[in-house]
């Protein structure tokens, strides 16, 4: 039996946007199975609960044989462990991101030493796309279309009823 390529893809997803599902479309092209992980910031207060994140992730990704969701306390390096995978994605937008991304997967190598980063690129039109600023969409009632999924959107609106 030929073993499945896994990987996993953590963030907040506060809330998920499109460059993050842009991130795990072009995991699934490399990937046999992407774990997307909602996780824990200490550094974040959450604009959404755990569950509501998780809940939006299902929504995007419906009932794709090759995503599984899961939310998860665990550091990166443990979880990695944990699901049976040393490769862990993470979106780029900008060498700012690069840098930030860089530093955390040295930390987490020290963790995990058989960690492997797997950086992918954002697709151009949506670099300026960021969780931070559809809250801050979501904060002063302004659109948020261009930034999130259709299911993410309607599941938002669903709350604010």
């Known amino acids: 039996m030929?073993?499945?390529?896994?990987?996993?893809?953590?963030?907040?997803?506060?809330?998920?946007?499109?460059?993050?599902?842009?991130v795990v479309d072009s995991a699934k092209e490399i990937f046999d199975e992407v774990v997307v992980a909602v996780m824990v910031n200490p550094?974040?207060?959450?604009?959404?609960s755990k569950e509501e994140r998780t809940e939006m992730l299902k929504r995007t990704f419906g009932e794709d044989p090759k995503i599984?969701?899961?939310?998860?306390?665990?550091?990166?390096?443990?979880?990695?462990?944990?699901?049976?995978?040393?490769f862990y994605v993470r979106?780029?937008?900008?060498?700012?991101d690069f840098e930030y991304e860089n530093a955390n997967f040295f930390a987490t190598k020290k963790i995990n030493p058989n960690a492997i980063p797997v950086y992918l690129p954002c697709p151009q039109e949506l670099l300026h796309v960021s969780s931070s600023m559809v809250k801050n969409c979501l904060k002063f009632h302004k659109p948020i279309d261009e930034?999130?999924?259709k299911e993410t959107l309607e599941y938002i609106q669903s709350l604010r009823k």
Do not use: Q
């Not at 550094?43 to 959404?48: L, M, V």
């Open 147 to 149: 930034y999130v999924t």
């Open 43 to 48: 550094a974040k207060a959450p604009y959404f």
């Open 91 to 96: 979106g780029i937008r900008n060498t700012v």
């Open 2 to 22: 030929v073993e499945k390529r896994k990987c996993v893809f953590s963030g907040t997803f506060d809330p998920p946007t499109l460059g993050h599902k842009a």
């Open 68 to 86: 599984k969701i899961l939310f998860s306390d665990l550091t990166v390096a443990d979880l990695l462990e944990e699901i049976g995978t040393k």
